[in-house]
Nanobody
Framework: QVQLVESGGGLVQAGGSLRLSCVASGSIFSIDAMGWYRQAPGKQRELVAAITSSGSTNYIDSVKGRFTISRDNAKNTVYLQMNSLKSEDTAVYYC?????????WGQGTQVTVSS
């Protein structure tokens, strides 16, 4: 059984910063790509940022230059540093990771940006 647990969400004013963390635990043999998705009310879930096991990253255009994804393979953890937050970043943020060849999801953490 593999679990992904996110933390770090909350309420922040526009222009502020938050750092999300996601820790994978359980019977883990390998973790390949890891990523952060978000889902705003009434919208589809979208991929925000992803990072491969070797550290290659990609981002959606709307967060480039503001968000940074990173990972600590020794701790089975992926991070999302979010700076210069905007009201349109408000959403539930979900961690996703390919663990042991299967995709796993976290339960989500709410990020609310007040303008």
């Amino acid at each position: 059984q593999v679990q992904l647990v996110e933390s770090g969400g909350g309420l922040v004013q526009a222009g502020g910063s938050l750092r999300l963390s996601c820790v994978a635990s359980g019977s883990i043999f390998s973790i390949d790509a890891m990523g952060w998705y978000r889902q705003a009310p009434g919208k589809q879930r979208e991929l925000v940022a992803a990072i491969t096991s070797s550290g290659s990253t990609n981002y959606i255009d709307s967060v480039k230059g503001r968000f940074t994804i990173s990972r600590d393979n020794a701790k089975n953890t992926v991070y999302l540093q979010m700076n210069s937050l905007k009201s349109e970043d408000t959403a539930v943020y979900y961690c996703n990771a390919e663990v042991n060849g299967f995709g796993s999801w976290g339960q989500g953490t709410q990020v609310t940006v007040s303008s």
